[in-house]
């Protein structure tokens, strides 16, 4: 049983495109996250929903575009595709609270082309 | 820049023997966290450590936390083959709420 499931697994677009990915958990988690791992492997956090409420968003081109519509499900929508955009993208979750760990989804390798 | 730096980038054993790496931090921290990714997979948590504890084990894994160095440190002991994989440190800077920054990590090869 995936704790943390996403979906597609890979995704390869053309520049210009809009793509979403899809996120679940089914840990009773309250808090989801979007993080974006680079080539070098750095992550670096976007997004983050308690309960359906957005309480963290980075510096994020307006182009992508998160949604929550339950605590159980957070989707990252990307308009206007760039080769920029080209990484690694986890979802994860925890409880809320600075004592918790997160629990991550297996990644969705985005290539764009 | 990376709240968490980790030290070395990389680093290659033999199976058997002890892996250490070192992460350091800049701004004061509720607790450090450390994570494992194997190659092309997710993070996995490994183990969470509170400002105010200095050491922890679980398993082959004992970290240990300098608050006044702002510095972690982990180590595997009797490494295998299958703890190949990067390894990163994360804290939730005090007032980011539940926000983990990650530093860049160390990739661990384990040669059999």
Not at chain 1, 51 to 66: H, Y
Not at chain 1, 77 to 91: K, M, P, Q, R, T
Not at chain 2, 98 to 103: D, H, P, R
Request: glycine fraction near 8%; hydrophobic fraction near 30%.
């Amino acid at each position: 049983d995936t704790a943390v499931s996403q979906t597609p697994k890979y995704l390869v677009t053309q520049m210009g495109n809009d793509k979403s990915i899809k996120c679940e958990q089914n840990l009773g988690h309250d808090t989801m996250y979007w993080y974006k791992q680079d080539s070098k492997k750095f992550l670096k956090i976007m997004f983050s929903y308690n309960n359906k409420e957005l309480i963290i968003n980075e510096t994020v081109p307006n182009r992508f575009s998160p949604k929550s519509p339950d605590k159980a499900h957070l989707n990252l929508h990307i308009n206007s595709l760039e080769l920029g955009d080209s990484a690694v993208y986890f979802c994860a979750s925890s409880l809320f609270g600075e004592n918790y760990g997160y629990t991550f989804g297996s990644g969705t390798r985005l290539t764009v082309v | 820049s990376q709240q968490g730096e980790e030290d070395p980038q990389a680093l290659s054993i033999q199976e058997g023997e002890n892996a250490t790496m070192n992460c350091s931090y800049k701004t004061s921290i509720n607790n450090l966290q450390w994570y494992r990714q194997n190659s092309g997979r997710g993070l996995v948590h490994l183990i969470l450590i509170r400002s105010n504890e200095r050491e922890k084990h679980s398993g082959r894994l004992r970290v240990t936390l300098d608050t006044s160095k702002k510095s972690s440190s982990l180590l595997i002991t009797a490494s295998r083959a299958a703890d190949t994989a990067s390894y990163f440190c994360a804290t939730p800077p005090k007032a980011a709420g539940n926000k983990l920054t990650f530093g860049g990590g160390t990739r661990v090869l384990v040669k059999p």
